[in-house]
């Protein structure tokens, strides 16, 4: 894998995701807002922010679109078709390396080191129980640079393993279960519901819940948009940050916790009883520079930027 994305190849990402949107930014009102995301309950608060009025309300048209891998939704900005999207903090990042001019609006979820909700997830027979059972192994990661993908060669390296020796395959959430069934792939780095399915089946089973070794309260979303969009369109973006923050409000109490998990599997199609038991990210809908800088750090350690960015000036205030 490249340490990092040239212009060229965060562009390139761009392709599907704008083919699934079908969307001129140029065509919309500026209170109409595409915002991409993909099939995470760290984007929860925007699902509830749709479904409970908090964005109409303030003027806003927000409207979700699913992009299947997290690395494709810079390039997805960048070219008009999402106005604001979730990249994890690691893609976004990669993408302000690569030359892209976006900020960050908001938050979604934040780590938790009591989320039994991603981890490394075997091949029943593979063997994987370790980090040095990962050498040599092929591993799906749900894109190249995102979250489950850094953190999992970070904990790799606190574990004293070179993460080039371990084989990596870029696939999407929805094809985890398929690949482990079929054998394909040795693991996967993955997060719920997908685990869930795949544990049920009996497939596969949890070698690790890797990431308890990250701190609480860092994210792994952020809302993020276009510099020149952002401040074109300042009021709606206020707006868009009132609403998620109202959301978060919502999430954080618990007698709204059903009708989170229902709005939730409306956008990444749920059944209930996977609903019912799920892990749901603590909501972060501000994001402060201690926070970025986390990750900063976390990539530079990785040789995954090729300079380090002034982190305040990520930030749309």
Request: proline share 6%.
């Amino acid at each position: 894998m490249k340490s990092h994305y040239s212009r060229r190849q965060v562009l390139s990402y761009g392709a599907a995701a704008i083919a699934t949107t079908g969307f001129n930014a140029q065509a919309q009102s500026p209170t109409k807002i595409i915002f991409g995301f993909t099939a995470v309950t760290d984007f929860a608060s925007i699902f509830v922010g749709c479904e409970e009025g908090f964005f109409k309300k303030r003027g806003l048209d927000v409207e979700p679109k699913f992009i299947p891998l997290n690395p494709s939704i810079p390039a997805a900005i960048q070219s008009e078709s999402l106005h604001i999207g979730g990249p994890t903090a690691s893609v976004y990042l990669q993408a302000i390396d690569g030359g892209l001019d976006h900020v960050v609006v908001a938050g979604g979820g934040m780590t938790d080191k009591s989320n039994t909700g991603v981890g490394l997830v075997a091949r029943a027979g593979s063997g994987i129980r370790t980090a040095q059972d990962c050498i040599g192994k092929k591993i799906g990661v749900p894109g190249f640079g995102a979250y489950l993908h850094v953190t999992f060669r970070a904990w790799l390296k606190i574990n004293k393993v070179d993460p080039a020796k371990v084989n990596f395959v870029e696939t999407s959430f929805p094809q985890h279960a398929d690949l482990i069934r079929g054998g394909s792939i040795d693991a996967v780095v993955t997060g719920d519901p997908f685990m869930g399915r795949i544990l049920s089946s009996g497939a596969g089973y949890v070698a690790s819940y890797y990431t308890t070794f990250l701190p609480d309260g860092m994210p792994t979303i952020l809302y993020t948009a276009r510099r020149d969009w952002a401040t074109k369109n300042a009021a709606a973006v206020k707006a868009f940050q009132e609403g998620v923050i109202e959301a978060a409000n919502f999430i954080k109490k618990p007698a709204n916790n059903a009708k989170v998990r229902e709005h939730i599997g409306k956008y990444i199609k749920l059944p209930p009883e996977i609903l019912s038991t799920m892990q749901i990210s603590p909501p972060g809908p501000v994001i402060v520079e201690k926070q970025l800088t986390y990750w900063v750090d976390m990539m530079n350690d990785q040789k995954m930027l090729k300079a380090s960015p002034t982190v305040a000036k990520l930030l749309f205030k």
